[in-house]
Every structure is written in C-alpha cells, then in structure tokens.
C-alpha cells in the first residue's frame, strides 16, 4: 500500500480471492489458478488461494478488483455491502 | 550527522501511536523504532520531494492549479466535497467552511467506514471509554467483527490484551479475549473464546446475547450457528468481569443490518451497566477519521453526510452520502481530499468520478488523482506538516513533522482556493 496502488505488489495484493480447501476441491480448482467470479454487477477473473474460511466462503481484500463486484446499493444508509453479499463461481 | 526526533505520532491508523522515534538523516528518514509494518511503511516509503500539482496530467504552477479548482468549483451547481479522514482537524475545519460558502454536500470516509456506528449512535447512545481506561482496567475484551492483528497492529501491545495496567497488573494474564466473527482471522488465534457465526447473523446473536444477559430464558438450542450455551458462557463472563471493553469493526457495519447491528451491541453494552462496568470503542480505521466525525458535528451538527445547498446543514444519510450520489450521478464536480474513492467505493459509484470535473488534495498521487482533472500534491501530516488529530478513543493528538519539505499542507490549499474564489 505505501508504494502506490500502481505498484505490482498493491495490484497482487487486491487481485486474488481466498476459498477454503473443501470449495475448491469441490470444484477441481488448485491453487493460483483463475476462478470467475460474478454477481449482478460485473464479473472478474482472478486468482484462488487456499483459505481458513468456512465452506461456501469467499475472502477478497477491499479494493478496485473486489469492488466491481460490489453494488451500489446502500439501504438509504449511505453503506454499500462489501461484505456478506452472493458471488457466483465458475471455472473459466 | 542524523537527529533522533521521540514521540513522534504515527497518522497511519486510528491508533495513532504517539511513542515512535524516527531518526532523521540530512532531512530524510532512515529509521523508525516502535512502528508496526504499516506505520514503518507510512514513514519510510513516503518520499517529500516537493511535486508541482498537475492538470489532466500535466505539471502545472500552484497558481494555475488553483485557479482551476476555484473556476471548476465556481461553476459547479451541486458540488461534491468528500474524503477527510487522513488529514488534520484543520484542514477539516476548512473543508467544511468551503462546503458552507459553496452550498456544496459534505461527506466523510465514516459514510463507508463508521457511518452506521454514528446512526446507531443517534438512537441508543454509546457506553464509551478511553483507551488507556482500557489498558489500565479491561480484564475482559470483545473483538466483534474486526481483525486488530492485521488492520490496527499494535493495539492488542499498545492498548487493549498485552499492557500491564494499574488494576491487571499482569497483563494478558488478568485478561480474558473473545473474538465474534464469521471466519478465523490473525486475532482469533490469540484469543482465550472463539465464536463463529454465521454470515449476516450479527443481529439475531446479539439480540439472544441481550436477552441472556437479562436473564431470559430462549426456546432454541442455537442461534447464527452458534450454541446457546457458548453464548451464555459469554454473557456469564461479560457480567461477573470488572470492566469489559467490546470492540467493532466493518463486520457489523459492512453487512446486512449495518446500523441496527451496531445498535444491538451498544444496548447491549449499556445494559451490561446494570451488573458491571462495560464500553465499547469502534475500531476506526483511517488515522482522522474520528476527527472528521468531531468536526463535522461541531461545525455542522452532523457527523457526515451534510448538504449546505439550501443555506443551512441538512443531514442525509443515503441522500448526502457519496456512494449514493455518485452512483445517481446527482453532483457536478467533486473536491477529494485525502481519501481514495476510485480504489475504495464499488465501480458503478468511483465511476461517475471520471465524467465530472474532480480535484483531488493527497500526497500521494492514488487511483482517484490518476483520473481526476486536477491533482494538488500537499505534505503529510506528522510527516512534513503539523495537524491535530483524534485517536479512535476521541483523544486528540497533535502531530508534529519530522522532516521539512517545503510541500503546503492540506489546510493551505483549501485556503488558496477560498481565497482565488474570494471566499475569505
């Protein structure tokens, strides 16, 4: 983050997303692999790592890779749901 | 020949660590002592070369570049002002006395950070305590929804589990830590109670914690994935502590519920006051944010989320908010100032930000200054600029810079740009 978000280590670090074992075995993915992930707002390729998460749980830092799959709805609060919100995933 | 400068202040997070020795050497920083990864990063990877401010890219004078700001701003009708978090009091305040001349909508990171912990503060109020209240009593600590290991790293040394206090002479020994959240993180690892629940299942599990603590019987054997028993084991600790500190974070706020969450967790920590002594702190994150907050009640009565455009405050959160308007495309120029919207708001909002005219004031050249038309590279508080600002206790702390570098500071530039527009 203090080299710039143009930096390749900022950009590696906001482009990836964090699965637990058991979802990516389900889906025959091994790690460093691209997943596509989507939701009503957009779709993005990127990376998988393994993760301590719960089944049917996706980690993804916050930042502009992560936040195109973010909608704009805030619920008249002025907070969108970065988190906690349906991602769907497929292998590209 | 290099200086040592002590207790220099840290205006990475909302710690803001006020014990750090920078060393000095021929007006550049070569060491820190005492800083986390994130505090060494702010200090050693900023670079105080005075930069020329650029429009659409290209280096200008400061004098062209405020005239620009001022013809963009003079000739917007619904102008936005957002950001705040990583800057001074003072520049705050000024921020604030622009939107007001201007009859422009003023709004803070709190809006996507802390803005549903203000709204449920509205409602219930906050049970709240100073942080080194915490590190000289606390002998019981909540971590709902936050990740201090990796987003506030010295809190748990500095604040809250590790510090030997006045009444926990021992330190992490007279303490007991739980962490409430949905995965494990870095600081469940080092907690004494882990209690994972369910996403979304904020609300329901603390209303059941609520209900425990008043001695309620409940008819379910489990609620978000959690055991009743696990949860009254919680609620037996948190009444027979001697003083509890619950801390939140984006878990609570960033999910469905947002306010009502955090307004569950505050009645429930007003009502452990019945039996103990209980506080919650929230955990802010950027290094001012809770000055942002501070400053926009004292000068407006609200603490984000502020239209002047009908001559006086109007407060709206989801109206005045800027993901909420960007998204609707409802203003016609945008004045960023130290924050990054472009890498921090979803893409159907940041997007709007490159159809309108945008300034933006940071150090750093981010995502935001890369599209914006106008770009005004100021100094660092605590680095190369002096500022006031407020822990996430609500202390405030003056920070003094270390190095000189000739760049003005955020406070300077809103006053160049008031004065080009014959405001002050």
């Known amino acids: 983050m203090h080299k710039g978000k143009e930096s390749e280590a900022y950009i590696r670090a906001v482009t990836r997303v964090d699965m637990s074992d058991y979802d990516m075995n389900q889906l025959g993915i091994n790690e460093g692999e691209d997943i596509l992930l989507y939701t009503l707002e957009d779709s993005i390729e990127v990376p998988v790592f393994k993760g301590n998460l719960p089944e049917s749980m996706l980690f993804m830092p916050m930042g502009p890779v992560a936040n195109r799959l973010v909608g704009v709805d805030t619920s008249g609060k002025g907070m969108p749901s970065y988190k906690g919100f349906l991602v769907e995933v497929e292998r590209p | ?424």
Request: with cysteine; hydrophobic share 40%; glycine share 8%.
């Open chain 2, 1 to 424: 020949m290099s200086t040592l400068i002590e207790n220099a202040v840290c205006t990475f997070c909302g710690c803001l660590c006020d014990d750090i020795t920078v060393e000095v050497d021929n007006n550049r920083i070569v060491k820190t002592k005492r800083a986390c990864a994130n505090g060494r990063g702010l200090f050693m990877e900023y670079d105080a070369t005075p930069r020329k401010p650029l429009i659409y890219g290209k280096e200008v004078s400061w004098e062209e570049a405020i005239a620009e700001c001022a013809g963009i701003l003079e000739n917007a009708d619904n102008p936005l002002i957002y950001g705040l978090s990583s800057t001074s009091t003072e520049a705050q305040k000024k921020a604030v006395e622009l939107a007001d001349r201007l009859g422009a909508v003023i709004d803070t990171t709190s809006s996507v950070c802390h803005g549903p912990t203000a709204l449920a503060m509205q409602t219930v109020g906050e049970a709240t305590c100073t942080l080194g209240e915490v590190s000289h009593r606390a002998d019981l600590l909540v971590f709902w929804g936050c990740n201090p290991a990796v987003s506030h790293m010295r809190h748990f040394s500095r604040y809250s589990l590790m510090p030997k206090g006045k009444l926990v002479p021992n330190g992490r020994k007279d303490r007991r830590m739980y962490v409430v959240d949905v995965r494990p993180t870095a600081s469940s690892k080092v907690a004494d109670h882990f209690i994972q629940i369910k996403p979304g299942s904020d609300y329901e599990v603390l209303t059941v914690l609520r209900a425990l603590a008043q001695g309620k019987k409940v008819d379910v054997d489990q609620v978000g994935g959690v055991a009743i028993e696990q949860l009254q084991q919680l609620v037996d600790h948190m009444k027979g502590c001697r003083f509890g500190a619950a801390f939140m974070g984006m878990g609570l706020t960033m999910t469905r519920g947002r306010d009502i969450n955090v307004r569950e967790l505050f009645s429930l920590v007003s009502e452990l006051n019945q039996f103990t002594r209980f506080s919650v702190v929230p955990m802010r994150g950027h290094s001012n944010v809770a000055g942002a907050d501070q400053v926009m009640t004292w000068q407006t009565g609200y603490p984000f989320a502020v239209s002047f455009a009908r001559g006086y405050p109007q407060y709206g959160p989801g109206e005045f908010t800027a993901v909420d308007l960007l998204a609707r495309g409802e203003v016609d120029a945008a004045l960023i100032v130290a924050s990054d919207p472009a890498a921090h708001f979803p893409r159907g909002a940041a997007a709007y930000l490159e159809q309108i005219p945008t300034i933006v004031i940071d150090p750093e050249k981010n995502m935001t200054a890369k599209a914006a038309r106008v770009f005004l590279p100021t100094a660092c508080c605590g680095i190369d600029a002096p500022g006031t600002y407020y822990r996430m206790d609500n202390i405030s702390i003056h920070a003094r810079p270390v190095v000189t570098s000739g760049r003005p500071g955020d406070e300077d530039v809103l006053t160049g740009i008031m004065e080009a527009m014959k405001l002050c």
